[in-house]
């Protein structure tokens, strides 16, 4: 089934629905559909995301450390200057 519509199309669209018609030697309503037919698959497919995984370190234990303050752990690891 068809549906004749109106559809405003921006100028670059407009253009780049053209060259591809032309490079695939269809109609420009038959490239277009393929293009929208397109697209929607895209969206509806999600991109597999890789599991994040972190691999955790000893750094140690400086007893002269407050691990409380955060200001003096940044002064420690930054310098004076940190902010």
């Known amino acids: 089934m068809s549906i004749r519509t109106t559809v405003t ?3 670059d669209v407009l253009e780049r ?3 591809e018609s032309r490079s695939r030697g269809l109609s420009f309503r038959e490239t277009l ?3 929208l037919r397109a697209a929607l698959l ?3 497919i999600k991109a597999k995301r890789r599991e994040f995984r972190l691999k ?3 750094m140690g234990y400086r007893p002269s ?3 409380d303050d955060v ?4 002064e420690y690891a930054e310098g ?4």
Not at 71 to 74: I, R
Request: aromatic share 4%; charged share 25%; glycine share 0%.
């Open 17 to 19: 629905v053209k060259q």
């Open 56 to 58: 955790a370190t000893h």
């Open 42 to 44: 895209a969206s509806n």
């Open 71 to 74: 200001e003096s752990l940044l």
């Open 33 to 35: 559909n393929d293009l």
């Open 9 to 11: 199309l921006d100028e």
């Open 80 to 83: 004076e200057q940190h902010r």
């Open 65 to 67: 450390l407050n691990y």
